[in-house]
């Protein structure tokens, strides 16, 4: 089993919806829980850092993390065309910034 | 400013070829990362910077050698590359490498190998 699991995708939304992404884990020790959005050939960009249970709104996304059922979610309203990429889970234990765990990447493609 | 330069943007280059990446920050961060990403897969980490040392080498083979002349500047030394090591190659910094840091990528550089 894997340390961290995401759907693949490809997730497919017509422009307007809401979107959910979602990453399980099992390692309890994990304390730290970012969303990367990486389009397609370039690097990953950081959206949403956060570190404790409960959630974290930034603009149109919201970041969900839910430590006793360890599960995390990004939720993406009003989505765009612009928004189609790839969303990274990934997370970190207490005490290192270096050992980052992502998630496989979900593929996620709004329409018009 | 969150930004991490990388240069070039594409490599092409064969396997007797030495050849080395860039990657640049300006945001006082103190650990710095290579990373190398296939398609359709997450970034792997290959070596972690902090404070300018080696800190982590995540058994990369050794035609693949790092190097940090300073804390806004890393390296990454390619010598006898093989095909399978065309790849996405990633760097990013944090402010160090304990507490709430978190990682900020560069865009990439595309690699090739003939």
């Known amino acids: 089993q894997k340390e961290v699991e995401q759907d693949p995708g490809p997730l497919s939304v017509p422009e307007g919806a809401i979107v959910s992404l979602n990453c399980t884990y099992s390692?309890?020790?994990?304390?730290?829980f970012m969303w990367y959005r990486q389009y397609s050939r370039k690097g990953p960009e950081l959206l949403m850092y956060?570190?404790?249970?409960g959630n974290k709104e930034d603009g149109r996304f919201t970041a969900q993390v839910d430590k006793s059922s360890k599960y995390i979610s990004l939720f993406i309203r009003d989505s765009q065309p612009s928004d189609s990429a790839t969303y990274l889970c990934a997370m970190r234990h207490t005490g290192t910034a270096s050992k980052l765990t992502f998630g496989t990447g979900t593929r996620l493609q709004v329409t018009l | 400013d969150t930004e991490v330069t990388q240069t070039p943007k594409h490599l092409v280059m064969g396997m007797t070829n030495k050849k080395s990446l860039k990657c640049e920050q300006h945001m006082g961060h103190r650990a710095m990362y290579w990373y190398k990403q296939k398609a359709k897969k997450p970034p792997e980490l290959m070596f972690v910077?902090?404070?300018?040392?080696?800190?982590i080498n995540e058994s990369v083979p050794s035609r693949f050698s790092p190097e940090c002349p300073n804390s806004s500047l890393l390296n990454l030394h390619l010598h006898a590359l093989q095909p399978e090591d065309s790849a996405l190659y990633l760097c990013?910094?944090?402010?160090?490498?304990?507490?709430?840091?978190?990682?900020?990528f560069g865009p990439g550089t595309r690699l090739l190998v003939l």
């Open positions: 910077y902090s404070y300018e040392k080696l800190s």
């Open positions: 390692n309890s020790a994990f304390q730290y």
């Open positions: 956060t570190y404790s249970s």
């Open positions: 990013a910094s944090s402010q160090g490498e304990q507490g709430r840091e978190t990682q900020y």
